[in-house]
């Protein structure tokens, strides 16, 4: 296979892992209002569970389950104390949770051997790697259409509008009599787990994780995604994280070619920078604007305040 094409394929299994993982965040900040900066926590959850589980002999179509499992336990224990916080704590604690957990990893060896990472066993053992990286492909497209669904069919679904009162306006959610505690946290364990499944599909692509593959700087290239995309648009974040990802595999690309009187990375964060405060400056809502509810009751209404688009 040409290597250009092994690049491009490869650039597109990523494309997948990170839109999953940015539908995630959409679930979470785009429909719900949550700061949520520990993305990359669940993230990495997902991956280290899959790789030990696979490891320790599961089938890894279960090892992914559990690894969504796992990542929403955690993301329940995290957002119990951490969402009756204000938006800027909850970020802080979000954020320091990573932080801790990808510490701890890095420090002990008794079940992930700490700094040295771990390996995870081939689920496709083609003995091929152009066909291991077409399964790759499909594997995460056909995760990506499931959550894609998923995700449309919970932001109209009644738990959705819960969602999005929340987001607008706590206190009318309080008044019609919706628990936010629970709401909100129930939020963080979809959102958790997702991000759970993307790490696990990480983990069994890249067949090899260390803590270092987990650093704060992926949570940020998440939140570039959603904002990019457009928060509270499912097709608009996973437009992002393409952008993201063809971007930022793009100038890795242009590296060999361009020479830099400065780090390639370094030129890179700065041109995310830029878009980023040009999307913010001239389009606040990101590409895409956020979808509208689309249930039987809107579209009847709809109907019947506009009666010639019948």
Request: charged share 15%; net charge positive.
């Amino acid at each position: 296979m040409d290597l250009i094409l092994v690049y491009v394929l490869n650039a597109l299994v990523y494309v997948g892992i990170f839109s999953i993982v940015a539908l995630s965040l959409n679930a979470e900040y785009g429909y719900t209002g949550l700061a949520s900066f520990g993305k990359v926590a669940y993230f990495m959850i997902g991956a280290y569970s899959f790789a030990i589980l696979v490891e320790a002999g599961v089938p890894w179509p279960l090892a992914i389950g559990l690894a969504a499992v796992i990542a929403a336990f955690f993301g329940l224990l995290v957002s119990l104390p951490a969402i009756r916080l204000r938006e800027d704590y909850l970020a802080i604690v979000t954020l320091t949770f990573g932080e801790i957990l990808r510490i701890f990893i890095k420090a002990e060896d008794w079940l992930a051997n700490g700094v040295w990472g771990i390996s995870v066993p081939p689920s496709f053992a083609t003995g091929n790697f152009s066909k291991q990286l077409i399964i790759n492909i499909i594997l995460v497209g056909a995760i990506l259409v499931v959550c894609y669904f998923f995700m449309r069919l919970l932001a109209n679904s009644p738990f959705g509008r819960i969602m999005r009162a929340l987001r607008d306006d706590e206190t009318a959610a309080d008044a019609i009599g919706k628990n936010r505690i629970k709401y909100k946290a129930q939020v963080f364990m979809i959102g958790s787990a997702m991000a759970g499944v993307g790490g696990a599909l990480f983990a069994n692509f890249i067949g090899y994780i260390t803590p270092d593959s987990f650093l704060p700087i992926i949570t940020f290239t998440i939140w570039m995604m959603v904002i990019l995309g457009g928060p509270g648009s499912n097709i608009g974040v996973i437009v992002g994280a393409a952008a993201v990802q063809l971007f930022e595999r793009g100038t890795i690309i242009l590296k060999d070619y361009i020479h830099l009187p400065v780090d390639p990375t370094n030129v890179q964060n700065i041109l995310f920078g830029l878009i980023i405060i040009v999307i913010l400056m001239y389009r606040p809502g990101g590409l895409f604007k956020e979808s509208k509810v689309n249930t039987l009751g809107t579209r009847r209404a709809m109907r019947w305040l506009n009666p010639s688009s019948k």
